[in-house]
């Protein structure tokens, strides 16, 4: 018998979400995915408003730092030859990195240009020079690179009111979803042109803001990519201490960057289960075990969320067949699984989406039992039991996250990144 699309799909979804049980209301569940899947592909959006135009003297661009430039950082004491015969000896392709670093270097001049033959006053900082002095000097920032120094830049500048708006410099590798359109790169003077004559809306993105929680907080930020993580193998007696309740002498401090994808909490060695308690919109608290936590805003349902929940043919077809149906129909398999992935996707109100990975769901785990591995929530706290635990603000920022201290994760208006939309 011939499944039909919207069947497989409410069926798909239906039995991932809550653990393999049978539909007892499929009428209802209908409804539900439906209004799923209408989630549209705003991506972080809260809302364009027409724009004003706006003084714009100073512009603060925000290089990307490159392969090249990494490498650089690694082998300091040596001189460019040594440093080549260093990298190739380790298989690195020499010309192509330098090539890439090159022309990174060449957009970007190219950037400055353009503003400074605008009239604009400019300034170029690398991550290292990106201070909240030069933060409050801009009018604009302008990072150049891809979507990932576009979320280190952006993570830095607080408030909603300074704009950020991102040029990629080399779409032919980089996706750049954050930047402006990829017609953009090649002809920069002509969006700085409707920047200047107010030609286009202000878009606003929503962040998550995280509040520390704990004694002996270390809320000092941890770049990745000058982080080395060294775990201890020790052993150690795991504590069966009751939930989190409101003590005395407890500190809380909020993290000084915001994440404009996601927040991941876990173990620093991947290896290792992570252990944490986990309570929704004030909900009760649920010990759990897993490979971590991922917390994502609209705009990074995109990004790790998608890839994370995302299923494949190869699932969609395995259960397809246990459904009676033919395995054989390439068509609707690829239906219902892009139809899948797609509802993964969500606008942007107050909601966070949080992924807890590979779920331990076994034994007396989670506890109590109930926890989706998946859901929304206004609110988010996590109490870290972890040994060697890390809080990572979009991929790129490192905080300490071990056993006693707790996360609360909101989103507030207040903390919304400005950007823009460019009339076309």
Not at 138 to 148: F, L, Q, V
Not at 252 to 263: F, G, H, M, R
Not at 347 to 360: A, N, P
């Amino acid at each position: 018998m011939r499944l039909s699309i919207q069947y497989a799909y409410n069926t798909l979804f239906y039995t991932e979400m809550t653990g393999n049980s049978m539909i007892r209301n499929i009428l209802t569940f209908q409804i539900f995915s439906r209004n799923i899947f209408v989630a549209s592909f705003m991506c972080g959006q809260r809302h364009c408003s027409p724009a004003p135009k706006f003084c714009l003297k100073r512009a603060l661009l925000v290089s990307k730092m490159t392969r090249y430039e990494l490498e650089c950082l690694r082998y300091p004491d040596l001189s460019t030859s040594k440093r080549e015969a260093a990298l190739r000896k380790q298989c690195f392709d020499y010309d192509v990195l330098l090539q890439h670093h090159n022309l990174h270097k060449e957009f970007e001049h190219k950037v400055m240009k353009t503003l400074n033959d605008c009239g604009i006053e400019t300034r170029t900082v690398n991550r290292s020079q990106y201070t909240q002095s030069n933060i409050d000097w801009a009018d604009i920032i302008i990072p150049t690179g891809g979507d990932g120094t576009f979320l280190m830049a952006a993570s830095r500048v607080h408030g909603n009111e300074k704009p950020v708006v991102g040029l990629n410099s080399d779409p032919s590798r980089s996706e750049g979803y954050l930047c402006l359109p990829v017609k953009y790169s090649a002809n920069i003077k002509e969006a700085v042109d409707k920047l200047l004559k107010g030609e286009f809306e202000w878009l606003f993105r929503s962040r998550i803001r995280i509040t520390l929680h704990g004694e002996n907080l270390c809320s000092t930020p941890i770049e990745l990519h000058e982080h080395v993580i060294s775990p201890s193998y020790s052993d150690i007696e795991r504590k069966e201490d009751s939930m989190p309740t409101a003590t005395e002498n407890v500190t809380s401090e909020i993290v000084p960057v915001l994440a404009l994808n996601e927040v991941y909490m876990g173990e620093s060695l991947s290896s290792r289960v992570s252990y944490f308690g986990l309570s929704l919109d004030n909900g009760v608290w649920t010990k759990v075990k897993s490979s971590g936590l991922c917390v994502s805003t609209g705009t990074g349902s995109t990004s790790w969320h998608l890839s994370i929940n995302r299923i494949t043919e190869q699932s969609v077809a395995e259960v397809m067949k246990l459904l009676g149906a033919s395995q054989s129909d390439s068509v609707l398999v690829k239906k219902v699984t892009d139809e899948f992935n797609k509802s993964l996707i969500f606008s942007c109100d107050k909601r966070m989406s949080y992924t807890i990975r590979d779920l331990i769901s076994a034994g007396v785990w989670p506890d109590p039992k109930g926890l989706e591995p998946r859901g929304y929530a206004n609110r988010i706290e996590v109490k870290s039991r972890c040994f060697d635990g890390g809080l990572v603000v979009d991929g790129g920022v490192f905080f300490k996250f071990n056993e006693g201290t707790t996360a609360t994760l909101e989103v507030h208006d207040c903390d919304a990144l400005r950007t823009v939309k460019l009339t076309e």
